[in-house]
């Protein structure tokens, strides 16, 4: 039995393939039905958190717990004498590695878990590297797709908010490209998707639209996945005008297929209206939780053999 | 009627031809050429015989080898070298786009992790529609060569 993430650092969506990307997800989905509390026993993961991300940290140390293993680690470092003596991360890194089975991270920096992996004598996993990567908010979403959809192929997916600063966004679509998917971008001039994105969908050849509203977009989609459009990026009345063109409420489902769900990588603040969440559509909170199995489908490929072809 | 140059003639050193009009000081600033003590000529908007502009340089006593031509084709990628020998071009090639440079480029991400760690900033270098980017291997910003200002 082998599987290709092994012993495998796990930095950015681009390194992984699509066969990767439905090994892990399939590996959720297995963790899921059946729970291994035992798999990682006698496991130690590190869970060094550089900059603090609560929700990250405890869906990660949640998932080593449920598949048996112990945590070390630290929530933010500056309760730490990490920062303070003036180590350079590299040697924090090796230090720390040689104490654990493997370990993730936070960083505030960008590229600090490639840079990490280099240092590291154990497998790093990233929990989000500045505005760079966050790899397994992109597996868990890709997972809670291919759990509401059956598949990950062909699917109609809207992205809306903020496309132009949403790094989660961003991976999706580069995760989301490698499946023929058809893609709708939603934003306000401002916020649009970057243009490298657009580069890169051209040249794989995928389909999209780009959108200044909802209006009319909704009826065609499988997948709504919703961002937050930061206030503090528009003066008032502007954002009282385009509140209406971007903020999601249960009566704007007429007509939308009976699988299409609502996906948004939390927190909401007004762009989802708390009507949505009682309509068989809203699936954000569910999306939440299986963090935890995206998170423990990677620790059991990356610290086991148990999984992948047989 | 025969054309000349206007740019005087070197016995010994590197000529490097056919810069992009305006890149040629951003060259000579790149390889910090002007703080060595040999006689650099440069020519600027200098006419081609297709009726375009070129900038070019002639460095004496100085023989840029290929890691140095490779570094000059992320500003100059369809610049040539001449190697002369006295007054004779004894050698002539063109310029190729390395697939990645190392330790020679600061990133332009402020926020790179690179910047206060002991490793070598390591850029991936694609071109695209004759544009140069460099893709940093840490922080995955991709830039285009012009931003690059400094050298480590």
Redesign the interface.
Known sequence: MSNPLYNKNII?I?DLSRAELELIVSTANELKQHPRPDLLKNKVIASCFFEASTRTRLSFETAVQRLGGSVIGFPDSGNTSLGKKGE???DSVQVISSYSDAFFMR??????A??AS?FSSVPVINGG?????HPTQTLLDLFSIYETQGTLDKLQVAFVGDLKYGRTVHSLTQALSLFDCEFHFVAPPALSMPE?II?ELKEKGCTFTQYDSLDGVLSKLDILYMTRVQKERFDETEYQHMKSSFILTAQMFEGVKDNLKVLHPLPRVDEITTDVDSTPYAYYFQQAKNGVYARQALLALVLTNEFGDK | MKKHLKVEAIEQGTVIDHIAPGQGIKILKFFELSKGRQRITIGLNLPTYAGEHKDLIKIENTVFDQNQANQLALFAPKATINVIENFEVVKKFKVAIPEQIAGVLICPNSNCISHNEPVDSRFNIKQESGVVKLKCHYCEKSFISEVFKELH
């Open positions: 950015s681009t350079t991360l590299a960083h505030n920096q960008e590229g600090a490639r840079l280099e590297d500045g505005s760079n990567q490298y580069d």
